[in-house]
């Protein structure tokens, strides 16, 4: 079973659209996170969910919203799409309380044309 | 912000070789975790250090946190193949609400 699952992994869209990127964790984490990873690797946190409640919120651009039904979910929703937004998008999981190790998801490859 | 700077940024290596990277916080940390990422994966967890001038272990890796908990190193004694990835660094400030800042990153290329 795979612990952080992403879908999809590649997603290829063009300018305007709107898009959708899921996560689930089966690990039984309080804590969950979005990070983007641009071209040159570097890895910017975006938002984190603790016990589905939002506790960072990075500078991001409100054309991206973060969803968590529950714990185990955080799905990330991005309107508008802009080329810049092309980038590696990596769900993450850990305990809070402790801060241990993150799990991280596959990833998720977003081009936007 | 806080900020988790890394060098070198790339290093080339022949196998066999010892490779470092250093990574440097502007504020102090309650801990620093290190993570690698090989090429097209997902940065997969290798270690945490939480005490002042801890220095950890695990076969050819030495992990080291500095004294003042600003800074860490990452050494590799005789590279490989596999060692091949990009190397993070993760520090967590000294606040409950903090965030896992990323390092820059080095990457690490070996040649056989």
């Known amino acids: 079973d795979t612990a952080v699952s992403q879908t999809p992994k590649y997603l290829v869209t063009q300018m305007g659209n709107d898009k959708s990127i899921k996560c689930e964790q089966n690990l039984g984490h309080d804590t969950m996170y979005w990070y983007k990873q641009d071209s040159k690797k570097f890895l910017k946190i975006m938002f984190s969910?603790?016990?589905?409640?939002?506790?960072i919120n990075e500078t991001v651009p409100n054309r991206f919203s973060p969803k968590s039904p529950d714990k185990a979910h955080l799905n990330l929703h991005i309107n508008s799409l802009e080329l810049g937004d092309s980038a590696v998008y990596f769900c993450a999981s850990s305990h809070w309380t402790d801060h241990t190790e993150a799990f991280f998801g596959q990833g998720t490859r977003l081009t936007v044309v | 912000g806080q900020q988790v700077m890394q060098i070198p940024q790339y290093q080339h290596v022949q196998e066999g070789e010892d490779f470092t990277t250093y990574c440097n916080s502007s504020?102090?940390?309650?801990?620093i975790q290190w993570y690698k990422q090989r090429p097209g994966g997902h940065p997969v967890f290798l270690i945490q250090?939480?005490?002042?001038?801890e220095v950890k272990k695990q076969k050819r890796l030495t992990f080291q946190f500095g004294e003042a908990k600003k800074n860490s190193s990452l050494h590799i004694t005789a590279t490989q193949t596999t060692d091949v990835g990009t190397y993070f660094c993760a520090g967590l400030g000294s606040y409950n609400t903090d965030k896992l800042i990323f390092g820059t990153g080095t990457r690490l290329q070996v040649f056989p």
């Open positions: 504020t102090t940390l309650s801990n």
């Open positions: 969910y603790n016990n589905k409640e939002l506790i």
């Open positions: 250090l939480v005490k002042s001038g």
